[in-house]
């Protein structure tokens, strides 16, 4: 079993920047490809990052693309979300989760892919 506990959320300006963190426990996630996802009120939950059990390869929707950044620090078991230029639109509550695999560069896309999820940290950007 893993447990994942999301932290760093809270209110920001729009054009402003947030860390997100994942710290994960119960067992290392070394072999776990990790994952950050979004639901906004009213929607369905959305990919926003994946990241590779080795932290070689990652991948963005277009949305996010090219301001946010994910990130895991092997030592601290922790996965990371970067998020620059946030706009009232990212506004949501943000999930982490994780999946065990055998392939060192897969980065799963969709929510069926993941076996175990965080409480979720809201992140809300004001205009």
């Known amino acids: 079993q893993v447990q994942l506990v999301e932290s760093g959320g809270g209110l920001v300006q729009a054009g402003g920047s947030l860390r997100l963190s994942c710290a994960a426990s119960?067992?290392?996630?070394?072999?776990?490809?990790m994952g950050w996802f979004r639901q906004a009120p009213g929607k369905e939950r959305e990919f926003v990052a994946a990241i590779s059990r080795t932290g070689g390869t990652t991948y963005y929707p277009d949305s996010v693309k090219g301001r946010f950044t994910i990130s895991r620090d092997h030592a601290k078991n922790t996965v990371y979300l970067e998020m620059n230029s946030l706009k009232p639109e990212d506004t949501a509550v943000y999930y982490c989760?994780?999946?065990?695999?055998?392939?060192?560069?897969?980065?799963?896309?969709?929510?069926?892919?993941?076996?175990?999820w965080g409480q979720g940290t809201q992140v809300t950007v004001s205009s």
């Open positions: 989760a994780a999946t065990y695999t055998g392939i060192l560069s897969r980065t799963p896309r969709e929510q069926n892919e993941y076996d175990y």
């Open positions: 119960g067992r290392t996630t070394s072999t776990f490809a």
